[in-house]
């Protein structure tokens, strides 16, 4: 397999897969958080280094019939520009002549943006002529686009099959790539993995493979309580999946067998309504009273999180410990990212994966001092779960 690192772009039109789905101000048409365009940056840079040409593409939004000035990547070159130090030339298009005509005049040290690639429903069908029009734009392809590697469209798994020999991983990519393997195939220990969040049907997939290779396995947010229910607590009005009562209790069990620490929260914040302005009050997490409902780890739960925490190697962190948008319920979630960041600059490795720790992280301002803060939310979890993505067999294949 090809890398990014011994590859010779020398002359070379490098057509790269980006996540340019920035969000963007309806009204002023400005990027309102551009983390994904900086994310890029490295990789295009480097080709440019090495003597190569770029083309970038993207999508952006949910256009839903063909073009739409809002959704148009025209809206970004200004900034991505900047942000890359080359003024990038615009396709006007993502097929067709006149984009073909500017992509094949790309000099060394040139970059230009194609068009919106879902303007064309063959995109997400993943239709191979359309994958075959945009290969036309490289002699490369790169694919650096992570956050979208869990779906088969035309722009990320089918053109690679145009380069047989030719594709290659982005930086960006091989560093999220690197990080879960790290996590997940790591012989150092203990291993601890922190699984919180709202529901246990959407993290089953994921619970059940740490199982086999983690030490310990805390369990926070709002799928604490089912498993609280299921071994007979009392959780009130919390959040509880009844149909997954049977689901936790198989998974209390398993933990057991196969000797991982599994820790369910001792005790919990709960409120009278789910409100930064509702009562509180501290409770056994197996005692609350009907009508309450936990919305966040309590002090004890925090200092036996911490501890386990802190006393790890290797730290996976999927989902907050508890409704941390709200001011009064965030402390689990920061104590959490807290003991992350301690252990980290002890040496630990420390990974951040999954939509809202991901949120949780930036707005504590950790992020910079965890080792890992991963960009694909959907993506990284179907990594997690043992899945292959498509767009990363595409270039491994
Ligand atoms: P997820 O996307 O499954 O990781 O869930 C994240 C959401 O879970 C966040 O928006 C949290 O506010 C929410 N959450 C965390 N703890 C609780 C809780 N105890 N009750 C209700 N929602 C919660």
């Excluded at 936790?248 to 001792?266: D, H, M, Q, S, W």
């Amino acid at each position: 397999m090809q890398n990014i690192h011994t590859y010779n772009f020398q002359d070379k039109r490098a057509l790269i897969r980006v996540d340019f789905n920035v969000p963007i101000n309806k009204e002023t048409l400005e990027i309102t958080d551009d983390t994904r365009i900086r994310a890029a940056a490295p990789t295009i840079k480097m080709i440019l280094e090495k003597g190569g040409s770029v083309v970038l593409m993207s999508h952006m939004g949910r256009p839903k019939n063909g073009p739409e000035d809002r959704f148009s990547l025209k809206n970004i070159i200004t900034h991505l520009s900047k942000v890359i130090g080359v003024d990038v030339k615009f396709g006007g298009d993502c097929i067709g002549k006149d984009a073909l005509a500017m992509s094949e005049n790309l000099q060394p040290g040139e970059v230009m943006l194609l068009e919106n690639l879902r303007f064309y429903k063959q995109e997400t069908a993943g239709t191979e002529e359309f994958a075959k029009q945009l290969a036309k734009h490289g002699d490369v392809y790169v694919n650096d686009a992570f956050g979208t590697a869990h779906r088969a469209h035309a722009s990320t798994t089918v053109v690679a099959k145009f380069f047989p020999n030719d594709k290659l991983f982005g930086l960006l990519i091989e560093g999220e790539i690197k990080s879960v393997d790290k996590v997940l195939n790591s012989t150092e220990k203990p291993l601890t993995a922190i699984v919180g969040g709202a529901k246990v049907s959407s993290k089953i997939t994921i619970i059940e493979r740490l199982l086999s290779t983690v030490d310990n396995l805390i369990v926070g947010g709002g799928m604490a309580y089912t498993f609280v229910k299921a071994q007979g607590g009392k959780v009130g009005n919390s959040l509880v999946e009844d149909d997954f009562l049977d689901v936790a209790t198989k998974i209390l069990r398993e933990a057991k067998e196969k000797g991982v620490n599994l820790y369910i929260p001792v005790d919990s914040v709960i409120a009278d309504a789910f409100s930064n302005e509702a009562n509180i009050e501290e409770v056994s997490i197996s005692e609350i009273p009907d009508g309450w409902m936990g919305l966040d780890a309590g002090t004890q739960t925090k200092k036996d999180c911490s501890e386990i925490i802190r006393n790890s190697k290797v730290i996976l962190w999927n989902g907050p410990m508890g409704v941390f948008e709200m001011e009064n319920f965030q402390s689990g979630t920061k104590t959490v990212a807290e003991a992350i960041v301690e252990a980290t600059s002890n040496g630990a490795f420390s990974l951040i994966g999954g939509g809202d720790s991901v949120a949780a992280i930036n707005k504590f301002n950790l992020a910079d001092k965890v080792s890992y803060v991963s960009t694909g939310g959907g993506a990284m979890l179907e990594y997690l779960e043992g899945k292959e993505l498509p767009g990363i067999a595409a270039i491994k294949g």
